[in-house]
Protein backbone atom coordinates (compact mmCIF):
# COMPACT_ATOMS: atom_id res chain seq x y z
CA UNK A 1 0.00 0.00 0.00
CA UNK A 2 2.88 2.37 0.81
CA UNK A 3 4.25 2.08 -2.51
CA UNK A 4 0.91 3.52 -4.27
CA UNK A 5 0.62 6.52 -1.97
CA UNK A 6 1.23 9.53 -3.35
CA UNK A 7 4.47 11.37 -4.01
CA UNK A 8 6.96 11.25 -1.11
CA UNK A 9 4.32 10.35 1.40
CA UNK A 10 5.71 6.51 1.62
CA UNK A 11 9.12 7.62 3.01
CA UNK A 12 7.32 9.07 6.04
CA UNK A 13 4.45 6.72 6.07
CA UNK A 14 7.23 3.73 6.25
CA UNK A 15 8.97 5.71 8.50
CA UNK A 16 5.92 5.21 11.06
CA UNK A 17 5.36 1.42 10.16
CA UNK A 18 8.67 0.45 10.38
CA UNK A 19 9.80 2.02 13.72
CA UNK A 20 6.63 0.89 15.45
CA UNK A 21 7.15 -2.23 14.41
CA UNK A 22 10.88 -2.27 15.41
CA UNK A 23 9.87 -1.42 19.06
CA UNK A 24 6.67 -3.67 18.95
CA UNK A 25 8.33 -6.67 17.73
CA UNK A 26 11.42 -6.67 19.68
CA UNK A 27 9.09 -5.95 22.90
CA UNK A 28 7.03 -9.23 21.99
CA UNK A 29 10.32 -11.27 21.59
CA UNK A 30 12.11 -9.96 25.31
CA UNK A 31 8.96 -10.76 26.54
CA UNK A 32 8.24 -14.07 25.40
CA UNK A 33 11.84 -15.40 26.02
CA UNK A 34 11.44 -13.88 29.62
CA UNK A 35 14.01 -11.43 29.39
CA UNK A 36 12.34 -8.42 30.27
CA UNK A 37 8.96 -8.12 32.64
CA UNK A 38 6.26 -7.25 30.41
CA UNK A 39 5.28 -3.98 32.60
CA UNK A 40 6.98 -0.59 30.92
CA UNK A 41 10.76 -1.76 30.19
CA UNK A 42 12.63 0.85 28.58
CA UNK A 43 12.89 0.59 25.16
CA UNK A 44 17.02 -0.36 24.91
CA UNK A 45 15.72 -3.61 27.48
CA UNK A 46 13.88 -4.92 24.84
CA UNK A 47 16.97 -5.14 22.57
CA UNK A 48 19.91 -5.72 24.88
CA UNK A 49 19.49 -9.68 24.63
CA UNK A 50 19.50 -11.96 21.30
CA UNK A 51 17.76 -13.14 19.54
CA UNK A 52 15.77 -9.58 19.76
CA UNK A 53 19.09 -7.48 20.06
CA UNK A 54 19.56 -8.35 16.15
CA UNK A 55 16.13 -7.17 15.58
CA UNK A 56 16.63 -4.56 17.47
CA UNK A 57 19.80 -3.06 16.46
CA UNK A 58 18.46 -3.72 12.42
CA UNK A 59 15.12 -2.11 12.45
CA UNK A 60 16.44 0.78 14.94
CA UNK A 61 19.38 1.65 11.85
CA UNK A 62 16.77 1.61 9.19
CA UNK A 63 14.43 4.08 11.14
CA UNK A 64 17.02 6.01 12.04
CA UNK A 65 17.77 6.14 7.73
CA UNK A 66 14.10 6.81 7.26
CA UNK A 67 14.06 9.58 9.54
CA UNK A 68 17.16 11.26 8.28
CA UNK A 69 15.53 10.78 5.20
CA UNK A 70 12.49 12.19 6.35
CA UNK A 71 14.11 15.46 7.84
CA UNK A 72 16.44 16.27 4.37
CA UNK A 73 13.11 16.34 2.21
CA UNK A 74 11.01 18.14 4.73
CA UNK A 75 13.87 20.65 5.10
CA UNK A 76 13.48 20.37 0.92
CA UNK A 77 9.76 21.44 1.02
CA UNK A 78 10.41 24.23 3.60
CA UNK A 79 12.73 25.87 1.93
CA UNK A 80 10.63 25.82 -1.21
CA UNK A 81 7.78 27.09 0.38
CA UNK A 82 10.25 29.85 2.04
CA UNK A 83 10.96 30.86 -1.12
CA UNK A 84 7.78 32.31 -2.32
CA UNK A 85 6.38 32.91 1.23
CA UNK A 86 9.65 34.29 2.96
CA UNK A 87 7.92 33.01 7.11
CA UNK A 88 11.14 32.05 8.36
CA UNK A 89 14.99 32.53 8.50
CA UNK A 90 16.60 29.99 5.76
CA UNK A 91 19.60 29.70 8.22
CA UNK A 92 16.51 28.29 11.28
CA UNK A 93 15.39 25.71 8.80
CA UNK A 94 19.79 24.66 8.22
CA UNK A 95 19.64 24.23 11.97
CA UNK A 96 16.37 22.30 12.68
CA UNK A 97 17.83 20.01 9.88
CA UNK A 98 20.84 19.69 11.52
CA UNK A 99 19.40 18.94 14.84
CA UNK A 100 17.42 16.03 13.40
CA UNK A 101 20.55 14.48 11.76
CA UNK A 102 21.94 14.34 15.24
CA UNK A 103 18.72 12.75 16.70
CA UNK A 104 19.36 10.37 13.68
CA UNK A 105 23.14 9.82 14.95
CA UNK A 106 22.13 9.10 18.60
CA UNK A 107 19.64 6.55 17.35
CA UNK A 108 22.69 4.61 15.67
CA UNK A 109 24.69 5.13 18.49
CA UNK A 110 21.85 3.38 20.65
CA UNK A 111 21.19 0.66 18.26
CA UNK A 112 25.02 -0.15 18.12
CA UNK A 113 25.86 -0.27 21.53
CA UNK A 114 24.35 -2.53 23.52
CA UNK A 115 23.16 -1.05 26.95
CA UNK A 116 24.46 -3.50 29.14
CA UNK A 117 28.04 -3.74 27.29
CA UNK A 118 28.73 -0.23 27.02
CA UNK A 119 25.82 1.24 29.09
CA UNK A 120 27.64 4.92 28.94
CA UNK A 121 28.05 4.98 25.12
CA UNK A 122 24.21 3.92 24.65
CA UNK A 123 22.85 5.92 27.56
CA UNK A 124 24.64 9.16 25.66
CA UNK A 125 22.98 8.27 22.43
CA UNK A 126 20.07 7.64 23.82
CA UNK A 127 20.03 10.93 25.45
CA UNK A 128 20.98 12.62 22.08
CA UNK A 129 18.34 10.92 20.41
CA UNK A 130 15.54 12.03 22.50
CA UNK A 131 16.98 15.13 23.36
CA UNK A 132 17.55 16.13 19.70
CA UNK A 133 14.08 14.69 18.73
CA UNK A 134 12.34 17.32 20.90
CA UNK A 135 13.90 20.22 19.86
CA UNK A 136 13.26 19.03 16.34
CA UNK A 137 9.63 18.15 16.63
CA UNK A 138 9.29 21.96 18.59
CA UNK A 139 10.91 23.99 16.17
CA UNK A 140 9.08 22.06 13.34
CA UNK A 141 5.59 23.05 15.64
CA UNK A 142 6.64 26.62 15.49
CA UNK A 143 7.72 26.93 11.73
CA UNK A 144 4.60 24.72 11.07
CA UNK A 145 2.61 28.17 12.81
CA UNK A 146 4.83 30.42 10.94
CA UNK A 147 3.77 29.16 7.62
CA UNK A 148 0.26 28.72 8.09
CA UNK A 149 -2.40 29.03 6.48
CA UNK A 150 -1.16 28.65 3.26
CA UNK A 151 1.23 25.76 4.07
CA UNK A 152 -0.34 23.73 6.90
CA UNK A 153 -3.94 24.23 8.44
CA UNK A 154 -4.61 25.31 11.55
CA UNK A 155 -6.04 21.61 12.91
CA UNK A 156 -2.56 20.12 11.86
CA UNK A 157 -0.56 22.90 13.47
CA UNK A 158 -2.02 22.16 17.22
CA UNK A 159 -2.02 18.81 16.32
CA UNK A 160 2.07 18.98 15.96
CA UNK A 161 2.43 21.73 18.87
CA UNK A 162 0.55 19.61 21.26
CA UNK A 163 2.80 16.44 20.76
CA UNK A 164 5.76 18.84 21.18
CA UNK A 165 3.82 19.85 24.13
CA UNK A 166 3.66 16.58 25.61
CA UNK A 167 7.00 15.02 24.38
CA UNK A 168 8.41 18.53 26.33
CA UNK A 169 6.51 17.52 29.56
CA UNK A 170 7.75 13.64 29.07
CA UNK A 171 11.41 14.15 28.47
CA UNK A 172 12.00 15.47 31.82
CA UNK A 173 10.68 13.30 34.24
CA UNK A 174 12.37 10.44 31.93
CA UNK A 175 15.88 12.01 32.00
CA UNK A 176 15.78 13.24 36.00
CA UNK A 177 14.54 9.29 36.77
CA UNK A 178 17.46 7.83 35.08
CA UNK A 179 19.80 9.69 36.38
CA UNK A 180 18.41 8.72 40.05
CA UNK A 181 18.52 5.04 39.13
CA UNK A 182 21.85 3.56 40.76
CA UNK A 183 22.45 0.56 38.48
CA UNK A 184 22.07 -0.85 35.24
CA UNK A 185 19.96 -3.74 34.45
CA UNK A 186 17.25 -4.96 32.51
CA UNK A 187 15.19 -7.72 34.70
CA UNK A 188 12.92 -4.98 37.02
CA UNK A 189 11.02 -6.43 39.59
CA UNK A 190 8.07 -4.33 41.12
CA UNK A 191 8.81 -3.09 44.67
CA UNK A 192 12.91 -3.08 44.69
CA UNK A 193 15.09 -0.35 44.94
CA UNK A 194 14.89 2.46 42.41
CA UNK A 195 11.87 0.44 40.33
CA UNK A 196 10.05 3.85 40.78
CA UNK A 197 12.57 5.45 39.19
CA UNK A 198 12.68 3.09 36.64
CA UNK A 199 8.80 3.05 35.97
CA UNK A 200 8.39 6.31 36.04
CA UNK A 201 11.25 6.90 33.08
CA UNK A 202 10.52 4.01 30.98
CA UNK A 203 6.55 5.36 30.87
CA UNK A 204 8.27 9.01 29.66
CA UNK A 205 10.35 7.21 27.50
CA UNK A 206 7.65 5.28 25.58
CA UNK A 207 5.59 8.54 25.28
CA UNK A 208 8.16 10.89 23.80
CA UNK A 209 9.04 7.47 21.18
CA UNK A 210 5.61 7.34 20.17
CA UNK A 211 4.86 11.45 20.15
CA UNK A 212 7.99 11.12 17.53
CA UNK A 213 6.33 8.44 15.79
CA UNK A 214 2.89 10.29 15.70
CA UNK A 215 4.70 13.76 14.46
CA UNK A 216 6.20 12.49 11.47
CA UNK A 217 2.98 10.98 11.01
CA UNK A 218 1.42 14.28 10.44
CA UNK A 219 4.10 14.93 7.61
CA UNK A 220 2.29 12.84 5.14
CA UNK A 221 -0.16 14.62 3.85
CA UNK A 222 2.91 17.63 3.26
CA UNK A 223 4.69 15.13 1.27
CA UNK A 224 1.76 14.16 -0.99
CA UNK A 225 2.29 17.13 -3.67
CA UNK A 226 6.39 16.12 -3.65
CA UNK A 227 8.40 14.23 -6.07
CA UNK A 228 11.92 13.75 -6.15
CA UNK A 229 13.48 14.24 -9.86
CA UNK A 230 16.72 12.25 -10.21
CA UNK A 231 18.68 15.11 -10.32
CA UNK A 232 18.16 15.29 -6.91
CA UNK A 233 15.83 18.66 -7.88
CA UNK A 234 13.06 18.76 -5.77
CA UNK A 235 9.36 19.61 -7.79
CA UNK A 236 6.40 20.53 -5.59
CA UNK A 237 2.95 20.60 -7.28
CA UNK A 238 1.62 23.45 -5.14
Same mark, same amino acid.
Given at each position: ?? +? ?8 ? @????? #? ?7 ? %? ?12 ? /? ?12 ? $? ?11 ? @????? $? &? %? ?15 ? *?????? *? ?29 ? @? ?5 ? %? $? ?10 ? /?? #?????? *? %? =? &????? =??? +? $???? /??? @? +? ?25 ? *? ?15 ? &? ?17
Amino acid at each position: ML +CFMPGVAFIP @ALLVC #WSSAAFIIS %YMIAVLGGHVEPLV /PYISDTGTKPPESG $IFGFMINISAFLG @AATMY $I &R %YLIIEKQNESSHFMNPS *CNLITL *CIGLLGCIGMGIVANFQELSVPSVHDGGALV @AFGSGVV %Y $ITIQSVISFKSC /PQ #WNSHCT *C %Y =I &RIAIS =IVS +C $IAVI /PMI @A +CASLISITKIDWIPGEKDYTYHFVSAI *CEWTVAFSFIIFFLTFI &RDFQGVTLRISTEMHEDF
